[in-house]
């Protein structure tokens, strides 16, 4: 049988196999011929203390043991042209991750998508970037892989009670991703990678005799008597379906708006919101690591911080090491920002969206929206932004010492936004009270990260599309909306996950509770 060992070692060791096999050998009190395999089942870095370790958990297997390589295999999915039919709205992680467990289960998945394909949407990715061009149906937020294709690809999710982490990293590996997300403490793709990864995704389901219709736009339900029948495209044509899983994503306005019109019932929802801060990426590295050169076996330092200001968190939110910070409105007349990071993480900046946590009693002055008050609250703030930049993709931006004094940032230095900033005071951005909590919430970052709080860093805003603004809720067994018979609220857009594999869980656990309700 194989040992099982947690062991501490420096970078280099970690990163050189040989060393690694010498370290090992020593731990289990046998030369280093003996060693004849070392599987790393877990790896973290512990940044704690001045000599930087990295933690391992390891398989080691001596030469009279058989060792047998683990490989990933897909699951057989079967051929399912024939079978009933289950429509899914959305091909974000939800909708792709649904539409693999429906084929598993022996139904057809449909899913239909309101923007392009992954190579389609880059055409309209440099149109927003250079152009300052938003079409409302292919952006950072809409289209093949839904939000996270395109920004950035983390894996890492705190919800583990919500499901198989692994499997949706083995299918995801399965798929053409690293066998290294399988093993580190945070997982991450990489933006420059994750599109092939969906589109192998989306050829399966069509292998397998499912539809995957892009540029198809879901504008009514067909519902009678309280029973999901199917959908109406923006071209008039119907769809007919008595399941439907609507895993739109969070920023899906219509969506929210369709289901308000037509009285299906949803609910204000409280979600983050505040700006992105960018700094030189050698900074982070130097606060993180305690060191002037963090040298070629560490990777780029991310960071995570959380404060309480005021009675309201404030946190850092998708932190990207070594990336950028991109464009993420999904209509004209507004203005958005995230970050995502290649797969190397090899950008010179790092940058995190730095949000505050919002309550229901925020929305009050859009109370006349029922229950969009949450999402006009934000919009009110990004249209804001765009008009204070100049009413064009350009976004308010301000120097992070500079806004905690309520001064003017006399210049902006080129930041790694491709559109371009408008040197504003953010206090003309947001409502009095999240200023004030961000003010004062930047200044305690400082205290608790030496050298975070400096004018290199630049903040952008506004960072608004966190979570979804509004719950579309379900029933805890059968995971059905409570009004309609047949409706599937799923993923981030239900206010149900939070993330690729968090929204992935949740696409899979629809697609089961569909499978179980037909079997009756």
């Known amino acids: 049988m194989p040992q099982e060992l947690l062991i501490q070692v420096s970078p280099e060791i970690a990163a050189n196999e040989s060393l690694l096999y010498e370290y090992v050998a020593k731990s289990v009190r046998v030369s280093t011929k003996l060693v004849q395999k070392v599987v790393i089942l877990k790896r973290s870095i512990d940044a704690r203390q001045k000599a930087i370790k990295v933690n391992l958990k390891v398989s080691v297997y001596l030469i009279d043991e058989k060792y047998t390589e683990q490989k990933i295999e897909l699951p057989d999915y079967q051929n399912i042209s024939n079978a009933q039919e289950v429509i899914i709205v959305g091909a974000g992680p939800a909708g792709l991750f649904a539409a693999l467990q429906l084929i598993e289960l022996g139904l057809k998945p449909i899913v239909i998508e309101r923007g392009k394909d992954v190579r ?139 289901l308000d019109r037509k009285k299906i019932f949803i609910e204000a929802k409280p979600f983050a919101l505040g700006v992105r801060a ?57 203005v958005v920002t995230n970050g995502w990071s290649p797969s190397k993480r090899d950008q010179a900046t790092a940058n995190s969206g730095i949000v505050v946590e919002l309550k229901l009693e925020d929305f009050k002055p859009f109370a006349q929206f029922g229950a969009l ?54 206090g003309q951005v947001f409502p009095g009270f999240l200023t004030q909590i961000m003010r004062e919430g930047f200044i305690q970052f400082g205290k608790s990260m030496r050298g975070y709080m400096t004018n290199e860093a630049i903040l952008h805003a506004p960072e608004s599309r966190t979570s979804s603004p509004v719950r579309i809720p379900r029933d805890s067994e059968s995971l059905e909306h409570p009004q309609i018979k047949g409706l599937y609220p799923c993923g981030e857009g239900a206010g149900f996950a939070g993330g690729i594999i968090s929204a992935a869980i949740d696409g899979e656990k629809c697609a089961l509770k569909i499978a179980l309700s037909l079997s009756k």
Not at 286 to 294: A, E, G, N, T
Not at 309 to 327: H, T
Not at 374 to 394: P, R, V
């Open 373 to 426: 008050a949450g999402m006009e609250f934000q919009k009110s703030i990004e249209q804001k932004a765009w008009h204070l930049a100049g009413e064009t993709q350009k976004v308010p931006a301000q120097r992070m010492v500079d806004f905690t004094q309520n001064k003017v940032s006399a210049s902006i230095p080129k930041t790694s936004y491709v559109p371009g900033t408008t040197s504003v005071e953010m």
């Open 278 to 334: 960018e700094h030189p990426q050698e900074l982070i590295d130097k606060i993180q690591y305690s060191c002037d050169f963090r040298g070629e076996h560490l990777p780029p330092a991310p960071y995570s911080i959380v404060k309480q200001v005021n009675g309201r968190g404030m946190y850092s939110f998708c932190m990207c090491p070594g990336g950028v910070i991109a464009p993420c409105a999904t209509s004209p007349g507004e």
């Open 120 to 258: 389609g949407r880059r055409r309209d990715l440099k149109a927003i970037n250079v152009d300052h061009i938003v079409n409302e149906d292919s952006n950072y937020c809409f289209g093949e892989g839904g939000a996270g294709t395109y920004s950035d690809g983390k894996l890492y999710t705190r919800s583990k009670k919500r499901g198989d982490v692994d499997r949706i990293l083995q299918l995801l590996v399965g798929f053409g991703a690293t066998p290294d997300i399988l093993v580190e403490a945070h997982p991450h793709i990489g933006t420059n990678k994750l599109p092939q990864i969906i589109q192998d995704i989306r050829e399966k389901i069509i292998e397998c005799g499912g539809q995957v219709l892009f540029e198809t736009r879901v504008t009514d339900f067909v519902v009678k008597n309280n029973v999901m029948q199917g959908i109406v495209t923006q071209n008039g044509d119907t769809i007919s379906a008595s399941k439907v899983i609507l895993a739109t994503g969070h920023s899906a306005r219509d969506i929210f708006e369709l």
